[in-house]
Nanobody, 120 residues
Framework: QVQLVESGGGLVQPGGSLRLSCAASGSIVNIYGMGWYRQAPGKQRELVAAFTSGGSTNYADSVKGRFTISRDNAKNTVYLQMNSLKPEDTAVYYC??????????????WGQGTQVTVSS
């Protein structure tokens, strides 16, 4: 079993910055993908940024140039640095890992979600 713990959300003014973290622990053999998604009220969950299994990054067009995904492999942690935040970035942010566990099955795991609110 794998557990994901998110941190770093909160209330910030437009133009401000936040950094989200998501740490994975448990029976991890390989991590094939790490990413961040968000879900605003009344909307579907959408991809924000992610590492592919090949190590490249994907970003939603709406966050390119403002958000940066990074990772610390030694800590099994993925980060999302969010700059120049806008009110439309307000959402619950979820991390997602694709993990091969000790039973050698590959599964997707989601964090518990952290609220990001951008408002003056």
């Amino acid at each position: 079993q794998v557990q994901l713990v998110e941190s770093g959300g909160g209330l910030v003014q437009p133009g401000g910055s936040l950094r989200l973290s998501c740490a994975a622990s448990g029976s991890i053999v390989n991590i094939y993908g790490m990413g961040w998604y968000r879900q605003a009220p009344g909307k579907q969950r959408e991809l924000v940024a992610a590492f592919t299994s090949g190590g490249s990054t994907n970003y939603a067009d709406s966050v390119k140039g403002r958000f940066t995904i990074s990772r610390d492999n030694a800590k099994n942690t993925v980060y999302l640095q969010m700059n120049s935040l806008k009110p439309e970035d307000t959402a619950v942010y979820y991390c997602k890992y694709t993990v091969r566990g000790s039973d050698y099955y590959t599964r997707h795991y989601w964090g518990q979600g952290t609220q990001v609110t951008v408002s003056s």
